[in-house]
Each structure stands twice: as structure tokens, then as C-alpha cells.
């Protein structure tokens, strides 16, 4: 009758609850307030997030008043009761939070200056005493006169996301590849644990593709050509634009929020319970970020019963969290580049040596052209695990070509040809279709029409507004933002009217702003604007800031008290870039450099010119900040 409720007696001073928290917390109630009836306890599951557990006791009488108090989520230890609470609707750098005068039972980081979107401050991260989680942050000091009242207060996060983002602040204080190798065989217990076995995943007919640029793209037209034919498909990538459960797709759609969120906490509390009960002779960590959403993917995928798996390695291959695939239906190495390589390797044999990883005994395998040096490299190491590998065949190839594709840039016809042949792959497995047959024919309205209504945010995209017209590349390594630069100055040429051109550029603090910006330099922008990844510095009242909109990832990786500095880094590539040559001593670019993209946009809304074209680039994340902005939409396909 009452689920969620435990009923007492003031007199027997009897609970009926196994939790010791709960019990003794609820001893302390009742001998402190006889009048104490009964009460009941909710878990916050409306939210189902964050670190806070809500406790509401009710008194018999109407005019009887309401006690709560709050506690961590994953341990239960107190943190707080209601008189503490200061606002419920307070954000915080990763979502909703909880303003609290005060907090027990946590232990305090030493202080630091960080910019938070408020302003500087000076904080202190907050830790439950108990189980370590990270909860929050204190302000220690402000240094803006009106956020004085914060002085000495305390922020606990509420959102699912934090609790997400928190594994990936784990992963920082490690050495990544001390713990790469062990966690495929941790996702493999993480699996067991969820009751998804090997042989589960084998029934998700995975297509699985590596690469260092365009295998994104390349999932994106596999899977739209699968879902034309009828297949129900499940499409992993990273990273997100704006949210995380962008990465896990069902059917070309996003998963919705409410089943993100369930999934979430189904594969979070089984993975707790797992660790908690480890032993010393066996031990068992919390997963990091990636592989945490790597397992939540399969034990989606399983449970959606999907047709087809379309997976995207995450970086590398070899050591990749998604490589506990035993028998995939088909493998693909996309365009190799230097990338990643503090984990990877400097050279691009060495990272050819580490997206082949993939291959399986008997499995085919396809790639696109690539240089010698790496090709050699893939094909030694096919022979090593025993696979065949070819090389897709160009798309003129076919007799119905030329065809539309709905990525524009030159680079998508070659991600559309490793795409087709994974298709024909998994067609002559699956669907009992001949290979050479599908490879020498003309290309059926399925796979015409999944390559013209494919959908891929952030790459080659072209968004026109009132007051602008943008384009958008998230690319990130030298050799995408050369094909990022000729896609845009290609485009700009056929423009009729010229107009001004503006470059809207940021880049993460692993890679190197002048390197990314010199092959930009030959575009001869009258405007250069740097910005962080971040939407917007809305403040209520209350001297509330809302985030939401950026990039959850990004926030959590980012420290912003790093952010102004890190702007000034890119402003200082660029002069050194434009004052290299002789003939750009004069008539440099005006440079600018704003706190948020709503800032940015502001301005680009400005411009005396009429409709300017706005490349933005150098990162996925600022590409997802532009868009979710521009879109002003929830992000739901």
C-alpha cells in the first residue's frame, strides 16, 4: 500500500527498514518529536539524478511544519537538513543544484581562483566524507561585489549527467594508458554484472569502424542505408555535441531522455553494487567515462533488440573499449591521420598498427585509400589476425553515379564508398544477398536515398539565418581542417555577391591552436573571433547563471578559471601566423574574443555586412554550442 512509505509507532518506536541510515536517522526524529506520526521517504527519482536523497517527514496535524534533510544518493551519508537550504533551483556548473548554508560530512579541497560564469571566484571542491564522491563546490571568496552573498555557501549537484561526467574526472587523475588494456576485460564484468553476455552482443550483427577522420560520417550513411531497408539500427559515437545521450541512437533518433536516464541508472546502481562488493584478490573500479557509456550502449542495444550495431571506435582501436566484440559482421578503417598521440603513437604507422586492432580472424574488413606507409601497415596486420581487407571502390565505380549525398565536402564521397561495402558486407551476411552481385550493380533506391537523407550535425553543415549564413566543421587535426578550408572557400566561391568572411575558431587545450589555425591562414578573413564553448551567461535575480545549454563533457573536462588565458593563446597563434609573411604585415583581420557563443553570435547578428559567411571550426564542441543555439531546439533527432 505505501511502496515508497515506512510506517511507526511513537509508542513501540518501531521502523520497519533495513537501511541503518534510514533507522537510525529516523530514532533521532522520533526521540527529538513525539508528535511525529508517520512519515515517508522519497528518493528523488522524478530528477533521478545527482548525490542528494530527499527525506520528507509528515506530521498528523495540518498546521504541523515539514523536516527534511539531505544526503548523498550513493552512500546515504547526511549532508544537510531543510533549515540549510537556500535555493532549489540554483544551476550549477553541470546542471540543477541545491544552495546550502551549510553541509556536513564532506571533506573540502584546497581553495583555487576558477572563473565560474558568474565571475572569479575562489572555491573549494566538496567530496562526501564517506564514499569520496565529488558533490560541489564551496565558495570561499567572491570578487565581484554582488556575488558576495555566496561567500561561504555551499553548491551540491543534482543532475544524472554529473554523476556521468564524475567517472570522466576519475579518468584524469590516471595515466590513460595504465588503464586502457584491463578495461575490456572490467566492461566485460561490467556486462556480467547487467546479464549481457558475449553471446548477446554477437546477435547485434555489429558493423564496427575505426579511423581518425570520417568514421563518424561513415556510421551516419551505414546506418541511414540499413534503416531504408527496413532494419531496426543502433548507431554509438562520440563524442556529443551538446548532450550524452547523442552518442546512443535508436533508429537514426536520439534516445529519448526518460529512457536515457532509466538505462542510466539501471547500469549505474548494478556496476555500484558490483564494485562495492569486490574483493581485494579481485578488484573491481568504477568505470571511466567512455567505457561507462560503452557498456550502457550494449546493454541498450540488447535490450531494444536492434537489427544492426553501428559502432564507432572511440580512439585507437587495439585497446578501445569497444574491441570486446568477438565476431562483428564486418570491420572499417576510415581516412588515418595524427591524432590522439600520446596514446596512439607519433607516427602514422604506428596508428595505422592501432585502428587494426579491430580486425577478427574471418572477418572482412574494408578501408579507403590511405598512404603508403599506413596501408602497408593495415595489411600486415589483416594477414596477422587472419581477416581479408580491401579497399572500397570509389563511387564512380558505380553506373548510377553521380548521386547525391546529403554530407557536403569532397571528403564524404569516400566516406560514402566505405560506407556502401559495409553495407554489401552486412547484406551478404544478414539478408542473404550476393556480394559481387550488390558490388557490380547499380546502387539500389535504398542506399540512394540513406546517402541523400542521411543526417550528421557538425560536419560540412550548412546553417542560413536572418542575419548570417554559417559554416559548420568540427574538425580538429590538421589534415580535417584542410578539406574544413576548401569545403568552405569551394562554397564562398560560387557565392554571387561577396561579402564579408568571418572565422568563429576554438580549440581544446590538447591540441596546438597554431597548428590548427595555419591552414586557415590563406582564407583571408576581414573578421577572426575566438570564443569558448560555452552558450550563454544568463543570470536571473538571483544571480543564477544557466549553462545548460553548453556541452556537459566539455564542462566537466574544462576548468574555466583557464579559459581567458587559453583565449589569449589563440589570439597570440594567429598574430604569429598573419605576421609570418611579408605580405600580411598590414591589413590584419580584427581580432575579437568573447566568454560565450551567445556573445559571439550577438555580434556576428551585428555586422554591417549583409549576411556574412561564418566558418566556425577547431572543435566539435564550440560547433555543438553554434548549433544548439541556432537550432533552439531539444536536440531530439
Known amino acids: 500500500m ?50 542528494l536523497l530527499d527525506i520528507s517527514f509528515y506530521h498528523p496535524s495540518k498546521d504541523a511544519k515539514t523536516h527534511r534533510t539531505y544526503s548523498c544518493l550513493h552512500c546515504r551519508a547526511q549532508l544537510a537538513n531543510h533549515d540549510e537550504l537556500i535555493s532549489k533551483s540554483f544551476q550549477g556548473s553541470q546542471g540543477r543544484a541545491y544552495l546550502f548554508n551549510s553541509v556536513v560530512n564532506v571533506n573540502t579541497s584546497a581553495a583555487e581562483e576558477r572563473v565560474l560564469l558568474t565571475g572569479l571566484h575562489e572555491v573549494a571542491d566538496i567530496y562526501c566524507e564517506c564514499c569520496k564522491t565529488l558533490l560541489g563546490w564551496k565558495y570561499e571568496h ?54 549481457v553476455q558475449l553471446d548477446h552482443i554477437d546477435q547485434l550483427n555489429i558493423i564496427h569502424v575505426a579511423g581518425t577522420k570520417g568514421k563518424g560520417s561513415t556510421c551516419a550513411f551505414t546506418e541511414s542505408i540499413l534503416r531504408q531497408y527496413g532494419y531496426k539500427t543502433g548507431f554509438f559515437s562520440s563524442p556529443h555535441l551538446i548532450e550524452a545521450r547523442e552518442r546512443i541512437r535508436i533508429n537514426g533518433k536520439l534516445i529519448s531522455k526518460e529512457k536515457f536516464v532509466d538505462y542510466f541508472w539501471q547500469c549505474y546502481n548494478a556496476i555500484c553494487n558490483a564494485v562495492q562488493q569486490s574483493t581485494e584478490k579481485e578488484p573491481l573500479y568504477m568505470p571511466f567515462y567512455f567505457s561507462f557509456l560503452t557498456t550502457m550502449m550494449f546493454y ?77 601497415v593495415l595489411f600486415e596486420r589483416a594477414k596477422e589476425k587472419h581477416c581479408q581487407l580491401t579497399i572500397a571502390l570509389s563511387l564512380n565505380h558505380y553506373s548510377n553515379y553521380p548521386f547525391s549525398l546529403s554530407l557536403a565536402g569532397d571528403v564524404q564521397e569516400i566516406n560514402a564508398s566505405l ?120 543570470i536571473d535575480g538571483n544571480s543564477h547563471t544557466d549553462t545548460k545549454s553548453s556541452n556537459d563533457q566539455w564542462r566537466a573536462k574544462v576548468d574555466m578559471s583557464g579559459e581567458i588565458g587559453r583565449l589569449s ?69
Open 2 to 51: 505505501y511502496p515508497s512509505s515506512v510506517l511507526c509507532s511513537t509508542h513501540e518506536k518501531k521502523v520497519v527498514r533495513r537501511d541503518n541510515f534510514v533507522r537510525n536517522y529516523i530514532w533521532t526524529v522520533l526521540q527529538s518529536d513525539p508528535s511525529l506520526f508517520f512519515f515517508k521517504l522519497y528518493l528523488l527519482l522524478n530528477h533521478r539524478g545527482g548525490n
Open 142 to 195: 567572491a570578487f565581484e561585489s554582488s556575488q558576495k552573498y555566496k561567500e561561504g555557501k555551499y553548491i551540491i549537484e543534482l543532475e544524472a549527467i554529473l554523476t556521468l561526467n564524475a567517472l570522466q574526472t576519475n579518468q584524469l587523475k590516471l595515466k590513460t594508458t595504465e588503464r586502457r588494456g584491463k578495461s575490456m576485460n572490467d566492461i566485460l564484468r561490467y556486462l556480467s554484472y547487467l546479464n
Open 300 to 376: 541498450v542495444f540488447v535490450h531494444e533488440k536492434i537489427d544492426v550495431a553501428i559502432i564507432e571506435v572511440g580512439i585507437g582501436g587495439e585497446l578501445d573499449c569497444t574491441n570486446i566484440i568477438k565476431t562483428p559482421i564486418v570491420c572499417g578503417i576510415a581516412s588515418l591521420g595524427l591524432d590522439h598521440v600520446k596514446i596512439l603513437g607519433n607516427t602514422i604507422e604506428e596508428i595505422a598498427w592501432q585502428k587494426a586492432g579491430i580486425f577478427k580472424k574471418d572477418v572482412p574488413a574494408i578501408t579507403v585509400p590511405q598512404v603508403p606507409s599506413a596501408m602497408d
Open 569 to 637: 593563446l589563440h589570439v597570440a597563434a594567429f598574430e604569429k601566423l598573419w605576421l609570418s609573411t611579408l605580405e600580411n604585415q598590414t591589413n590584419m583581420p580584427s581580432i575579437h574574443c568573447f566568454h560565450t557563443v551567445s556573445q559571439a553570435l550577438a555580434w556576428i547578428d551585428d555586422s554591417k555586412s549583409l549576411k556574412p559567411s561564418v566558418l566556425v571550426t577547431g572543435s566539435l564542441y564550440l560547433v555543438g554550442a553554434v548549433l544548439k543555439l541556432l537550432d533552439g531546439n531539444d536536440n531530439d533527432e
Open 419 to 538: 560506407a556502401i561495402q559495409l553495407v554489401f558486407h552486412w547484406l551478404s551476411a544478414r539478408a542473404g544477398k550476393s556480394y559481387n552481385e550488390l558490388l557490380e550493380s547499380p546502387l539500389s533506391k535504398e542506399i540512394l536515398q540513406g546517402l541523400a537523407t542521411c543526417r550528421w550535425s557538425g560536419r560540412n553543415e550548412l546553417v542560413t539565418t536572418n542575419t548570417a549564413t554559417y559554416y559548420l566543421d568540427g574538425a580538429h587535426t590538421t589534415e580535417s581542417i584542410e578539406q574544413c578550408k576548401n569545403w568552405f572557400m569551394n562554397s564562398i566561391s560560387k557565392q554571387q555577391t561577396p561579402t564579408r568572411n568571418i572565422l568563429l575558431f576554438y580549440c581544446s587545450n590538447d591540441r596546438d591552436p597554431e597548428v590548427l589555425l595555419q591552414p586557415l591562414m590563406t582564407c583571408k578573413f576581414d573578421c577572426v573571433a575566438f570564443c569558448s564553448p560555452v552558450t550563454s551567461m544568463t
